[in-house]
């Protein structure tokens, strides 16, 4: 009897995208291959128009390849329709974007329960399951703020909350610290490395070399081709219990012995009053 192999999440082979035509087309993707296991942290890096946000938005079946195959969990999800690629991407896939993208009219638990409206769930239910991910992330109290009353750390643990109501299998992060300072970015970071620990695959574009220290694997990519593929660390178990998470609004928030301790894991630089010229 032969033994079953699980195949990889993810698995690309000659993949390309092109934009454009006739004189004015242009080469994003160039035949890229990759295969990416089920509990990666990837971090694709890259110059601007290098492709990354594109393999991004196809690996989230938000756009398509011209040629090549996308292979998700090994089932061709180039050969599917539109409906059929918007319930795969409603089940598995959660965005974190740079941008947030909270729609303005809406609070933050409707924004929250937004992707479970296209899985048909109640909204008794939806609200339900939103709140629930709100308090994980201490935001019960801004459940009924609008977005424009949010600070920017505040808002993208929402957009986290809400890439991840869903509980989707692979989370797709692009330049998710872009728009934040540098205390924020810590606590996001965390949050998507406790994401990690969980056992989900989490894909992230970076333009950020400090970040690249909690993947387990960085791409980089040039001229819409992969450059090079290091792996830094083997694919760690998922963790039986949750970590604790930082307690507060936004890291300055916190008391000055915890949040010591809690930069103290990752350290992105040195802070301007610790520095010397």
């Not at 890229?32 to 296991?37: A, G, M, R, S």
């Not at 949010?150 to 299998?169: C, H």
């Amino acid at each position: 009897m032969k033994a079953t192999t699980t195949p990889p999440v993810i698995a690309l082979h000659g993949l390309t995208k092109r934009y454009g035509i006739g004189d004015a087309e242009h080469t994003v993707l160039d035949a890229v291959d990759l295969t990416i296991e089920k509990g990666e942290f990837i971090a694709i890096m890259g110059p601007s128009g290098c492709g990354k946000t594109t393999l991004l938005n196809i690996l989230g079946l938000l756009d398509r390849a011209d040629d090549g195959e996308y292979y998700l969990d090994g089932r061709d999800v180039e050969t599917l329709g539109g409906g059929r690629r918007a319930a795969i991407r409603s089940q598995q896939v959660g965005f974190v974007f740079q941008n947030f993208n909270l729609v303005p009219r809406l609070n933050v638990i409707d924004n929250v329960a937004l992707p479970l409206t296209y899985k048909g769930m109640n909204k008794t239910k939806r609200l339900k399951a939103a709140s629930k991910m709100l308090s994980t992330f201490h935001l019960s109290e801004r459940e009924y703020y609008m977005p424009w009353q949010l600070s920017g750390g505040q808002t993208q643990r929402v957009a986290i909350a809400r890439a991840l109501v869903n509980d989707p299998s692979i989370v797709l992060a692009d330049e998710p610290t872009g728009n934040l300072d540098s205390r924020s970015s810590h606590v996001i970071m965390e949050e998507l490395a406790d994401i990690h620990a969980r056992g989900n695959t989490i894909i992230m574009v970076t333009h950020n070399p400090d970040l690249t220290s909690y993947a387990s694997r960085v791409i980089r990519m040039l001229d819409g081709r992969i450059d090079s593929d290091t792996k830094l660390r083997d694919i760690a178990k998922p963790e039986s219990a949750p970590k604790r998470r930082l307690d507060s609004n936004t890291a300055a928030e916190a008391p000055k012995k915890e949040l010591k301790k809690h930069f103290k894991k990752r350290p992105l630089g040195k802070s301007r009053k610790g520095s010397k010229k």
